[in-house]
Structure formats: structure tokens, C-alpha cells
């Protein structure tokens, strides 16, 4: 069993930038694969970012692309998404989520690809 715990969440003005993060319990952080989603009011969860087991592929989707940073630190059981230059349209509640075991490089972008689910962490961007 993998529990996730979010954090950094807050309310940030547009153009602003916050960092939330996720740590995994467990010794086998280095198995997973992981992502961050976000689902807005009345929305479906939608993907956001993903990394692989490394760190060295990453995938995001076209509305972060050049906004948004995702990264791990493998030593900590820590994955964490850098959101700069937000727009209102990025509040959500985010969540990271787990895929166990897939090769070192896959980086998984499906809802139905992950196994295990943090509660998430609200992101609130003021016009």
C-alpha cells in the first residue's frame, strides 16, 4: 500500500508562481512512476505532468508547457510540480498519483494507468 501526501497548495495571484509537492511512504519510491492531475469545479480530472522512475523523461500537458516544472528527488520520496506564471484558469485541487513498477523511462499520462491516489492539494489562481 502507497499512501501520498500533498502539500504547498494556497490561493497565489495571476502571474504568480507556487510549488506543491507530494512525499510517498514506503521504500520503493524509486519503482514508481508518477503524475500530477488536477480536476476543476463541475470538471473531469484532467493530467497535468508526469516523470518517469529516473527522472529523466517528463511529459506535460500543452497548456503548462513552459509554465510548469516537474521533478523527484528520489533520496526523499519526494515528487514536486514548480507552477510559474499562473492563470486562473490552473485552479484546481491537484493530485499526485503512483504507478508501480513500469520501465525506468515510461512516463504514464492516463487517469487509468495509476494505482494509488494522494487527496489532493486546492490551487486557487486570483484574477
Known amino acids: 500500500q502507497v499512501q501520498l501526501v500533498e502539500s504547498g497548495g494556497g490561493l497565489v495571484e495571476a502571474g504568480g508562481s507556487l510549488r506543491i509537492s507530494c512525499t510517498a511512504s514506503?521504500?520503493?519510491?524509486?519503482?514508481?512512476?508518477m503524475g500530477w492531475f488536477r480536476q476543476a469545479p463541475g470538471k473531469e480530472r484532467e493530467f497535468v505532468a508526469a516523470i518517469s522512475r529516473s527522472g529523466g523523461s517528463t511529459s506535460y500537458t500543452d497548456s503548462v508547457k513552459g509554465r510548469f516544472t516537474i521533478s523527484r528527488d528520489n533520496a526523499k520520496n519526494t515528487m514536486s510540480l514548480q507552477m510559474n506564471s499562473l492563470k486562473p484558469q490552473d485552479t484546481a485541487i491537484y493530485f499526485c498519483?503512483?504507478?508501480?513498477?513500469?520501465?525506468?523511462?515510461?512516463?504514464?499520462?492516463?487517469?487509468?494507468?495509476?494505482?494509488?491516489w494522494g487527496q489532493g492539494t486546492q490551487v486557487t489562481v486570483s484574477s
Open positions: 498519483a503512483v504507478k508501480f513498477g513500469p520501465p525506468a523511462e515510461v512516463v504514464e499520462t492516463s487517469i487509468q494507468g495509476y494505482g494509488y
Open positions: 514506503g521504500r520503493a519510491f524509486r519503482l514508481y512512476a
